[in-house]
């Protein structure tokens, strides 16, 4: 299509360094932020960094954790749509139009999804000028349905919840046949979801490592990345991380309710964003040094503690927590952010990692997203009062074990690889010679390469 038509928003490197935007639409973007939210202009805020351009990272209490090693969590709330997903929508949309896939004249996009993507899908490509459908189970939380709505797109419920990602794929596929012009944006099979993480915010990590040793905390390097999989983006950015530090642990996170990589196994939960099931398409298991499973309601418990003002009041008077740091994790956590944050405290404690390792992981979307959650909660459990508080801090975050935890030697990361062929191959339509060439690291190392060539046609469509 024609370049003039595409309506453009930052590079990669753009969204990595912000900085390097063009100072009028910088400003004019940071402006509109607030004042309008919807405009295109917004897109320009896609970015791990704040309006001076510093890193959104937060570095946990220990009295919250209960580990030595330093657990910082990169913060999402600033972003568009509050979560981080929407720099992946626009990755792979932006990519898609540049070599001439889609074209908003002819093509419904359809977002498989289920929530964060959606919501970002819905954001993205709606501002770039798109009808755009999300395809989420109908048991996802009601605030998730409220904001793809709000951006403009329409919605396709499918049974179940979190887990039930064949459902998605059964509709999308329903979609497509019914219809030349509908194309399927999957996240958990676009590599532009893959070329954002791995970009983006492994480099972003990367450049934290350095900000820390500066506070004096660690020695300008990251001892583990870890990430719950949801369409295996987020993880990409380990990938990034071991690039500069081969002795690097990357632990990928799972629902002990749906323990696929670690069991073979299946189930629901409610930790919404992660563990559907499959082994996606963009995830590069052969790269991957443990799978570790956490209990769903223990993060549902955990986000509780961090919102509610008695669990506040209890870090703050019991734990001795500064109430400054109580106020900021009550603004940038949602449940897989919760997930992540366990998933680090174990890692910390099954690798021994002591006061000079820092281990980074994502706040990916934030307590908006589950208010409706949390009412659930509490109808459940009770309202909550200072023993259940100090309880879920002993519990939940100091007291997590070393349990569900398989390492990634190399029969296990075969048998991660493994499984991709029973979605991919059997499922969706890809070669057994596909799946094979992603056992060569320079099947990804192509696909990282490309960052450099979509920048540039990004560069050449503005002009």
């Known amino acids: 299509m024609d370049t003039q038509q595409i309506i453009t928003g930052p590079t990669f490197e753009e969204m990595l360094h912000p900085e390097k935007i063009a100072p009028e639409v910088r400003a004019q973007a940071l402006r509109l932020m607030?004042?309008?939210?919807?405009?295109?202009?917004?897109?320009?805020?896609?970015?791990?960094?704040?309006?001076?351009?510093?890193?959104?990272?937060?570095?946990?209490?220990?009295?919250?954790?209960?580990?030595?090693?330093?657990?910082?969590?990169?913060?999402?709330?600033?972003?568009?749509?509050?979560?981080?997903?929407?720099?992946?929508?626009?990755?792979?949309?932006?990519?898609?139009?540049?070599?001439?896939?889609?074209?908003?004249?002819?093509?419904?996009?359809?977002?498989?999804?289920?929530?964060?993507?959606?919501?970002?899908?819905?954001?993205?490509g709606c501002r770039m000028n798109f009808k755009s459908i999300v395809v989420l189970p109908e048991n996802m939380s009601q605030e998730r349905f409220d904001r793809i709505r709000g951006y403009g797109a329409e919605i396709i419920?499918?049974?179940?919840?979190?887990?039930?990602?064949?459902?998605?794929?059964?509709?999308?596929?329903?979609?497509?046949?019914?219809?030349?012009?509908?194309?399927?944006?999957?996240?958990?099979?676009?590599?532009?979801?893959?070329?954002?993480?791995?970009?983006?915010?492994?480099?972003?990590?990367?450049?934290?490592?350095?900000?820390?040793?500066?506070?004096?905390?660690?020695?300008?390097?990251?001892?583990?990345?870890?990430?719950?999989?949801?369409?295996?983006?987020?993880?990409?950015?380990?990938?990034?991380?071991?690039?500069?530090?081969?002795?690097?642990?990357?632990?990928?996170?799972?629902?002990?309710?749906?323990?696929?990589?670690?069991?073979?196994?299946?189930g629901e939960h409610r930790i919404e964003g992660i563990g559907d099931k499959h082994v996606t398409w963009i995830h590069n298991v052969l790269n991957m040094d443990a799978v570790v499973c956490i209990d769903d309601i223990s993060c549902v418990r955990g986000l509780a503690l961090l919102t509610d003002p008695i669990g506040q009041q209890t870090l703050s008077k019991r734990y001795g927590i500064p109430e400054a740091d109580i106020d900021t994790m009550s603004r940038i956590f949602g449940i897989s952010g919760v997930c992540n944050v366990l998933g680090a405290i174990k890692t910390a404690k099954y690798y021994n990692l002591?006061?000079?390792?820092?281990?980074?992981?994502?706040?990916?979307?934030?307590?908006?997203?589950?208010?409706?959650?949390m009412s659930w909660l509490e109808q459940a459990e009770g309202k909550m009062d200072e023993a259940m508080a100090v309880g879920r801090v002993e519990s939940t975050f100091?007291?997590?074990?070393?349990?569900?935890?398989?390492?990634?030697?190399?029969?296990?990361?075969?048998?991660?690889?493994?499984?991709?062929?029973?979605?991919?191959?059997?499922?969706?339509?890809?070669?057994?010679?596909?799946?094979?060439?992603?056992?060569?690291p320079d099947w990804w190392r192509r696909h990282q390469e490309l960052v450099k060539e979509i920048d540039k046609r990004i560069v050449e469509a503005r002009q």
């Open 354 to 373: 002591g006061a000079d390792d820092v281990v980074v992981t994502i706040c990916t979307d934030a307590i908006d997203r589950y208010y409706s959650v």
């Open 34 to 124: 607030n004042e309008d939210p919807l405009d295109p202009i917004n897109l320009f805020n896609i970015t791990w960094k704040d309006s001076d351009n510093a890193i959104c990272y937060h570095i946990l209490p220990r009295e919250l954790t209960g580990v030595d090693a330093n657990i910082v969590v990169l913060h999402s709330v600033h972003f568009p749509t509050s979560s981080h997903k929407v720099g992946a929508t626009y990755s792979v949309l932006i990519e898609k139009e540049l070599f001439g896939e889609v074209d908003p004249r002819i093509h419904t996009l359809v977002w498989p999804s289920t929530g964060n993507y959606g919501i970002g899908g819905a954001f993205v």
């Open 157 to 266: 419920a499918t049974p179940g919840s979190e887990s039930n990602v064949k459902e998605i794929y059964d509709k999308t596929w329903e979609l497509r046949r019914s219809d030349p012009n509908i194309r399927i944006l999957n996240q958990f099979e676009v590599m532009g979801n893959y070329r954002f993480h791995y970009h983006v915010t492994g480099n972003t990590i990367a450049e934290l490592a350095d900000v820390l040793k500066q506070h004096g905390i660690g020695h300008g390097h990251i001892s583990a990345y870890v990430s719950a999989m949801g369409s295996g983006g987020t993880i990409a950015a380990g990938d990034r991380l071991k690039q500069m530090w081969p002795n690097l642990k990357i632990v990928g996170l799972e629902p002990i309710q749906c323990p696929t990589l670690y069991n073979n196994g299946y």
């Open 398 to 440: 100091r007291g997590q074990k070393l349990d569900y935890i398989q390492e990634g030697d190399r029969l296990a990361r075969e048998r991660w690889h493994n499984l991709k062929y029973y979605t991919w191959v059997e499922q969706q339509g890809k070669t057994v010679d596909e799946l094979n060439a992603q056992r060569d």
